[in-house]
């Protein structure tokens, strides 16, 4: 039977939307800012147990650094994430090699601006009124704090729920309900020299039920995102209240 080449595709990455990389797909963005820190939000969506491994190329004088997104049979795995800073970069290319079989991916980009195109995510306010809203797979809540101090709380009764706060340079990585196993090995992927640098990409851990931090605002904006996989963020929760 001869066989049928399949045609890869260079995508258009610019505005950081969600998007589907089969083998041989390249997205390329080339618009990251000075002194923002982003996240590469990678999930297995190929529903079968093989491992992908993403190349993500963030500068010509640096290897490709490889993520490893774990397989799922379900489409139902965590997150895997890459960080990266635009003071090192400002064009990142995520590509699946063209050997990778049945390999599929669904990635976006996140950051205090990014995504600007929020297609295939849920982009919502966050109020600062203390209730509780969802916080299920694919959310992304954003606040403009004042100059006061706000309480932020993040509940889930099922064990390590992860999300991703950001602002401007940093990130930090909070983990509800945390197993003694604690994060994967290669979860979360750090590139170039600013976001390896002690600060820029922080981890958070409790081992309750939800996890609480006071928060200044200045008039900048923050950002939380979804980490998880879909059956994980179903009990989930986030809420900004002002203090």
Not at 136 to 155: C, D, H, Q
Not at 165 to 178: H, L, M, P
């Amino acid at each position: 039977m001869e066989s049928i080449a399949i045609a890869a595709s260079e995508l258009n990455w610019n505005g950081g939307q969600r998007i589907t990389l089969k083998a041989g797909d390249t997205a390329t963005c080339t618009v990251l800012r000075p002194d923002q820190l982003y996240g590469i939000f990678i999930y297995n969506s190929a529903q079968n147990d093989n491992d992908a491994l993403v190349n993500v190329v963030w500068s010509l004088s640096q290897p490709p650094c490889t993520i490893t997104v774990p397989g799922t049979t379900a489409n139902a795995g965590l997150a895997s994430m890459g960080f990266v800073s635009g003071t090192d970069t400002q064009t990142i290319s995520v590509s699946l090699p063209s050997n990778s079989g049945i390999a599929q991916v669904d990635v976006w980009l996140g950051s205090v601006s990014m995504p600007t195109n929020t297609s295939g995510l849920s982009n919502q306010p966050l109020q600062a009124n203390g209730d509780p809203v969802p916080f299920n797979k694919y959310a992304r809540y954003y606040a403009v704090p004042p100059s006061k101090w706000m309480n932020l709380t993040i509940t889930s009764t099922n064990t390590q729920f992860i999300s991703c706060q950001f602002r401007q340079d940093k990130a930090t990585v909070f983990v509800v309900n945390e197993t003694s196993n604690g994060l994967l090995k290669n979860q979360i992927t750090k590139m170039g020299p600013t976001a390896s640098e002690s600060g820029a990409v922080t981890i958070s851990t409790s081992q309750i039920q939800s996890i609480t931090e006071n928060i200044q605002g200045d008039g900048s904006q923050w950002v939380w995102m979804d980490a998880d996989s879909q059956q994980n963020s179903n009990r989930a929760t986030i809420a900004l209240q002002s203090l």
